[in-house]
């Protein structure tokens, strides 16, 4: 399995969906998640910092669930530019996703100071809503199991409809 | 309805118990969420920062969820010390809980700037077991519903044995 994102679909996306404080490029405080192809799933890699803890020795749940949430959407991304014919890198300007809902189970007590990984599987369940399940390992330990469901973010998101 | 959490169950924890990224009082970069009762409701109130974006002008659903989870388990913590006759500020230590599973589903596109209200209702699905249901508001507009099932926190949390 491949230890690094070499291509993510987070740096094709524009400037102004570049800020978002979990996968955004231009976010100087943000985590800066990064999701790419692994074959036919998705992957996302992150190393929590020092502060990142639950108590000593664990990972916050909250950062395991903002992981999920932008593998999700970073997944769905992903999944309809490949329908649409292109990859990360080719210089297209990729779909938006924003997260209708966001599960977590959480299995095991995430090791600290372990990378994650975030595996996901992409699902298509209407042209403009995916489901990503996603499980996340520290090192090889299966640690969490999620799921997102992402909608193309609407036209004008400030219109504040419901998204789900 | 009050607007600041005066007593929370999170000063009462006890050092080791402190470190938390979301709600940990020891932990200098965390967010420091304090869940409080609210008659028969409990309450958590946080301002986001201003790199807690989705996108500029909305705040990031990995946070919603942060705030989710740890007013989760505050929740439960003060429900089950209250079930065990205790209040938070009388000097006894609370139960600690932790995660086993968190959903939210994000309804509106949450506006930044606003001061964000976690409103949860707690129920005892089992004496180790609490399910507690969460209205986020931005101001008087409910933005995320959000539900986490916590559990006692296992006597020794370094076995890793299943949560839920």
Not at 142 to 149: D, T
Request: proline fraction near 7%.
């Amino acid at each position: 399995m491949e230890e690094k994102v070499l291509i993510a679909i987070q740096d094709d996306y524009p400037e102004d969906f570049a800020w978002c404080y979990g996968c955004g490029r231009m976010n100087e405080h943000g985590h800066h998640f990064r999701t790419g192809w692994l074959e036919d799933k998705t992957m996302t890699i992150y190393a929590p910092k020092p502060e990142h803890m639950a108590l000593p020795g664990y990972v916050y749940g909250g950062l395991i669930g903002s992981l999920v949430d932008c593998h999700g959407t970073g997944s769905a991304a992903l999944a309809l530019h490949r329908k649409n014919g292109h990859e990360p890198g080719d210089s297209a300007e990729p779909p938006r996703f924003v997260t209708a809902s966001l599960h977590v189970d959480f299995l095991k007590p995430t090791p600290h100071g372990t990378v994650l990984k975030a595996i996901g599987t992409v699902q298509e369940i209407h042209p403009k809503k995916f489901k990503v399940e996603t499980e996340v390992f520290a090192g090889d330990m299966l640690c969490a199991r999620g799921e997102v469901v992402a909608v193309v973010m609407p036209s004008s998101f400030t219109a504040k409809e419901q998204h789900n």
